[in-house]
């Protein structure tokens, strides 16, 4: 049997947890749903918990991607908590505008930048 690779790794910072995607296509729904159950897992450990989603390694995404995305953010919102979105790829974003998904979700260039936005927004 071959081990499962985790879909994320997660890291605690000072005002964030970030999580990262660690697969560089998540394309097909067996994938997507392991990432949701991961990513609402930790969601789910706290009340008004601030989450930076880092898209570094993500290259190429389905379109299912963008209704996780959408769950998560309402799971975070109705816990009072904030997400930020950072590090997407170019060809990606071009999706996210076209959807008007820009208009929804706080997107930054690098987790630095969107770790400061959180700062500020305290």
Partial sequence: ????????????????????????????????????????????????????????????????VLGLLIRVSKKIYEQDGKLKLCNINPKIYEIFKITRLTKIFDIYEDVESAAESLSAED
Avoid: G, H, W
């Avoid at 660690?22 to 789910?44: G, H, N, W």
């Fill in 1 to 64: 049997m071959v081990p499962v690779k985790p879909r994320i790794s997660v890291e605690y910072a000072e005002n964030a947890v970030i999580i990262t995607f660690t697969d560089e296509k998540i394309l097909e729904e067996k994938d997507i749903q392991a990432l949701q159950e991961s990513v609402m897992s930790v969601v789910e450990q706290a009340e008004r918990i601030n989450i930076i989603l880092d898209f570094c390694n993500v290259r190429f995404l389905s379109s299912a």
